[in-house]
C-alpha cells in the first residue's frame, strides 16, 4: 500500500507553500516536498505547533553538536532554514524558534520535530544550484561557491 504524503501543497508566483499532516515530522515532510516537487535549492519559513522536538547546539571547540529533546506543546514561532545539495542528496539546514506554554522561547538547530496542530511552511526555490562541502575548519557542512 502507497504511503500517504506526509504534506498538502500549492504552487503559486513560483513559490511553494506547504501544509505539513498533523503527527507528520517536520523534517521529513520538508525533505519529502524537495524530493517531490525536484526542489534543491531554496529559503525555507514557516509556523505552526509541535509537541516533541530535538534541538541541536554546534559546539565549535568540540567541533560536535549536543542534542537536546523537548517533549511539550510548543509554537514553532519562527522555522527558517534552506534547502541545498550535498553528494548528490537534499540537505537540509534548519532553525527554529519555540515558544513554550509559559511564553519562553527555546531556540536552535533543528534536528527532528512533530507536529501537533498545523504545519504551515514556505519553501521559495532559488535559480541556482547551492551546494555543500565539509569544512575541516569548522568541522561544518558550508556553502561551496567556489
Ligand atoms: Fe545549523
Known sequence: ???????????????????????????????AACRDLNIRSAAVSGIGAVDEATLRFYNPTTKRYVDRRFEEQM??????????????????HLHVTLGRADYTALAGHLLSARINGAGEIFITPFGAATPRRYDPETGLNIYDFR
Open 75 to 92: 509554537e514553532i514561532a519562527a522555522l527558517t532554514g534552506n534547502v541545498s545539495e550535498m553528494d548528490g542528496e537534499i540537505y537540509l
Open 1 to 31: 500500500m502507497e504511503t500517504p504524503r506526509p504534506y498538502t501543497y500549492r504552487l503559486a508566483d513560483g513559490r511553494y507553500t506547504v501544509s505539513i499532516a498533523n503527527r507528520a515530522r517536520v523534517e521529513e515532510a520538508i525533505a
